[in-house]
């Protein structure tokens, strides 16, 4: 222990930059919005602010807005209009994924914002609603220390890139695979 002590010591004291971060959540696996928003709890914990961008997503009701929407320090904006294989319209997705960008793009312009949640920004890049150049390009742009997480499958190779962290989400068994619907405070 006193080995590893010393190395991780070592560790610690050569990580010496301080900059705002890109994290990417993606992966076929749960959680990765639930890893966000606890990042988001930590974040306010910490006295900073946070904006959450949530694409794709159309409900307005879901556990994590109703309990953080209304904090100080929150801004919350749902974007999307639920599941593009819902809405059968690739012309009206894209039309609504660039609205939800300008939001997006204001928050990431904003020095005063901490911490940005793009909230299934993947799927976005995946189906080429918006341009991942001109996106990737925003997110880099953004102010020096601000914080970016984006979650969502399938994360673009050129995001993977981009990004300080990244993590992916494998999924292992899921119970809606036996038939379980979503269930409120684990799902929604």
């Not at 610690?12 to 994290?23: F, H, K, Q, V």
């Not at 102010?143 to 990244?166: C, K, M, N, S, Y």
Request: aromatic fraction near 6%; proline fraction near 3%; hydrophobic fraction near 45%.
């Amino acid at each position: 222990m006193q080995r590893k002590k010393a190395v991780v010591d070592a560790a610690i004291a050569r990580a010496d930059d301080e900059r705002g971060l890109l994290l990417v959540l993606t992966g076929n696996g749960k959680g990765k919005s639930s890893s966000a928003f606890g990042m988001m709890a930590r974040s306010l914990g910490s006295g900073m602010t946070v904006a959450v961008a949530q694409f794709i997503k159309g409900r307005r009701d879901t556990g994590e807005e109703v309990f953080f929407r209304d904090l100080p320090g929150v801004a919350w904006h749902v974007l999307g209009e639920g599941f593009t294989w819902e809405t059968q319209n690739r012309s009206r997705d894209v039309e609504t994924a660039k609205c939800g960008w300008a939001v997006a793009q204001s928050l990431l312009a904003d020095p005063a914002i901490d911490l940005v949640i793009l909230d299934e920004l993947t799927y976005l890049l995946r189906y080429d609603y918006l341009k991942a150049e001109a996106v990737l390009a925003d997110i880099a742009a953004r102010p020096p220390l601000q914080h970016v997480v984006v979650t969502g499958r399938g994360a673009p190779e050129a995001l993977i890139e981009l990004a300080d962290t990244v993590t992916e989400m494998r999924d292992i068994k899921h119970a809606f695979r036996a038939g379980v619907k979503a269930q409120k405070g684990i799902d929604l």
